[in-house]
């Protein structure tokens, strides 16, 4: 298994526009999570699906932010309009969806927003 | 509200010394404790976990211990290696919930 997929790697866009980050998540897996990593917070969760269905957005910042998973193997995370203050590396991670298991991280999108 | 904290930012160790690595935590509904590693443009990787049923959990030169009573955990290295140059972070979760906490991470360096 090619492990969770994140795409693009890098993006930089200028304020205002509108960002999109793409996942996919090891197969057979059932639950996907979106982190923010920032040098003051660390690791924050964003969002997370169980089975495609968002189950806690609490950590998604303001309504700029919206995360969708329309099916098992795709997750998309959207920033509309972006910020400079949006900029970070944002993870995708995926579980086989049990309590205590291991979450599989894909390597990061970075986000610059100039 | 930080739930999980690691306080020391980063930490320079001499190769085949112990690196010790702290985190605190303030929820005490947290039941299960990881830590992870992670490499400059690689996703975080896991490492090694306990429970909160155990004070101790060792895997070959890495240990983890938990202090409930403190709410504390630390991960001991030893030896340490270059290869163990990276950022560690602390997570913690609760029995049931799948939402993993992480702390803000401690960068370790062993120095050659």
């Known amino acids: 298994d090619a492990g969770v997929i994140q795409s693009p790697r890098h993006e930089v866009t200028e304020m205002g526009q509108e960002v999109t980050l793409r996942c996919k998540p090891i197969?057979?897996?059932?639950?996907l999570f979106w982190y923010r990593q920032t040098m003051m917070r660390g690791l924050e969760l964003l969002i997370y699906?169980?089975?495609?269905?968002?189950?806690?957005d609490s950590g998604m910042p303001e309504d700029r932010f919206s995360a969708k998973m329309p099916n098992a193997s795709f997750s998309t995370l959207k920033i509309q309009p972006s910020e400079p203050r949006d900029s970070a590396v944002y993870f995708c991670?995926?579980?086989?969806?049990?309590?205590?298991?291991?979450?599989?991280f894909g390597q990061g999108t970075r986000l610059t927003v100039v | 509200d930080q739930q999980v904290k690691q306080n020391s930012p980063s930490l320079s160790v001499q190769e085949g010394r112990i690196s010790i690595l702290n985190c605190d935590y303030t929820?005490?509904?947290?039941?299960?404790f990881l830590w992870y590693k992670k490499y400059p443009a690689e996703g975080p990787t896991f490492l090694i976990s306990i429970s909160s049923i155990k004070d101790k959990n060792e895997d070959g030169r890495f240990t983890v211990f938990l202090n409930k009573s403190a709410k504390h955990l630390s991960l001991h290295i030893v030896p340490s290696q270059p290869g163990d140059s990276a950022v560690y972070f602390c997570?913690?979760?609760?029995?049931?919930?799948?939402?993993?906490?992480f702390g803000t991470g401690t960068r370790l360096t062993i120095i050659p």
């Open positions: 997570a913690a979760i609760i029995f049931g919930n799948e939402k993993l906490t």
């Open positions: 929820n005490s509904m947290f039941d299960y």
């Open positions: 197969s057979g897996h059932n639950s």
């Open positions: 699906f169980n089975n495609n269905v968002p189950i806690d």
């Open positions: 991670a995926s579980t086989l969806g049990q309590a205590n298991t291991e979450a599989f």
